[in-house]
């Protein structure tokens, strides 16, 4: 009886590891350059309309592959009027994943829109990737929460991103260029890498004394998957960092004599971080998932640290462990709200996502925007 329980025993344990063993995925690179092919981390249509290269990174924030970088950068330096979307995905997905084909259909339609075409734009998209999916078994998969998100923070917390993306942008800003803009974009953990990488580039200096600027001009983070804890010290640095000179329309530096090399308009933030209402990840089930494991780690004690913006107010740093930058109630600047049915404008060219163009073309500045957010035209 006891041997048939042990023989039983052992091949339960021995499907079960099976199973978990057959369902990792893989390390990568997925595409990496070889002798043979030494451009296969870079593709695009024939037509040349568009570029798109991938670059990926291991757990511990290695490069799994260096020369993808270098291809990378040789297409930007190439590029006369680059137009770079630099984007890093989140959870379950990695360089081999249904992110890949939305990213790159998101840098194909940007490619057709009639404003690029006719300005003779170079439109490049640079996937960045990570292992944000170990294990492929149904179910199991949703386990991998928590240790995805220490290793996209550890993605983050080392050199190699950083660099790569300060290197992206650089060469589409190199001196010859008749155009040049980069966007950097991340979502769920891609927005926790995003954010907490560049964090520590916004608040550097210079010799001078003076702020160093950005090389990138736009960096959104989409329903980010992590705490609002480096959120909020960022802000409030930032705070501590610069005033509002309303004369200006711009921020500028509290260092003495230092203000003229630090003057940030005010319709160029550092950091956009954009929360759906509706993304139960990040704004049900993240504050559950920190609160439990705040109880099994025994974390009750908390300090009390300043609201940004908050004249002085202070509350339980517990408060921005436990949700995201985008649903804590501290940090959200701007919010916002429906204004009715609106009508197509005239000028739209496009049959697809007719409403991206729509807000392509009347780019609304000043204190009051607005923008179309769905396609309701008939």
């Not at 995925?25 to 870079?42: D, F, K, W």
């Not at 959200?332 to 404008?345: M, R, S």
């Amino acid at each position: 009886m006891r041997s048939s329980n042990l023989i039983c025993c052992r091949g339960l344990f021995a499907l079960v590891s099976s199973i978990l063993i057959g369902g990792c995925a893989e390390y990568g690179p997925y595409h990496g350059n070889i002798s043979g092919e030494p451009l296969n981390s870079v593709r695009g249509p024939s037509d040349g309309r568009y570029k798109f290269a991938f670059i990926e990174f291991g757990d511990q924030g290695s490069a799994l592959d260096t020369s993808q970088r270098a291809a990378a950068i040789n297409v930007i330096r190439q590029a006369q009027r680059p137009l770079l979307f630099v984007y890093i995905h989140g959870w379950m997905n990695d360089a081999n994943s249904g992110d890949v084909c939305r990213f790159e259909h998101f840098i194909d339609m940007i490619s057709r829109l009639p404003e690029v075409t006719q300005g003779n734009i170079n439109v490049i998209g640079v996937y960045i990737a990570w292992r944000g999916k170990n294990l492929t078994v149904p179910g199991l998969d949703l386990l991998t929460f928590w240790n995805r998100k220490l290793a996209g923070g550890d993605v983050a917390a080392q050199n190699s991103c950083l660099a790569t993306i300060n290197e992206l942008a650089l060469a589409a800003r190199e001196p010859g260029k008749k155009v040049h803009h980069c966007v950097l974009m991340g979502h769920s953990f891609g927005g926790l890498v995003l954010s907490n990488t560049i964090s520590h580039s916004i608040l550097d200096a210079s010799s001078t004394g003076a702020r160093n600027a950005s090389p990138w001009d736009m960096a959104v983070a989409f329903n980010a998957a992590d705490n609002s804890i480096g959120t909020r010290q960022l802000m409030s640095e930032l705070e501590y960092l610069y005033r509002y000179d309303s004369t200006r329309g711009a921020y500028v530096g509290r260092t003495p004599g230092a203000e003229e090399g630090a003057v940030i308009k005010e319709d160029r933030p550092f950091l956009i971080v954009l929360q759906s209402e509706n993304d139960q990840a990040t704004g049900k089930f993240f504050p559950i998932g920190q609160g439990l494991a705040n109880t099994v780690n025994l974390h009750y004690h908390w300090d009390r640290v300043p609201v940004p913006g908050g004249g002085g107010k202070k509350v339980s740093e517990r408060e921005f462990q436990t949700h995201t930058p985008g649903n804590d109630k501290y940090l959200v600047n701007f919010k916002v709200v429906p204004l009715g049915e609106a009508t197509p404008p005239e000028g739209l060219n496009t049959n697809e996502n007719r409403a991206f163009e729509a807000n392509l073309l009347h780019n609304v500045r000043g204190p009051h925007l607005s923008y179309q957010r769905e396609e309701r035209w008939s």
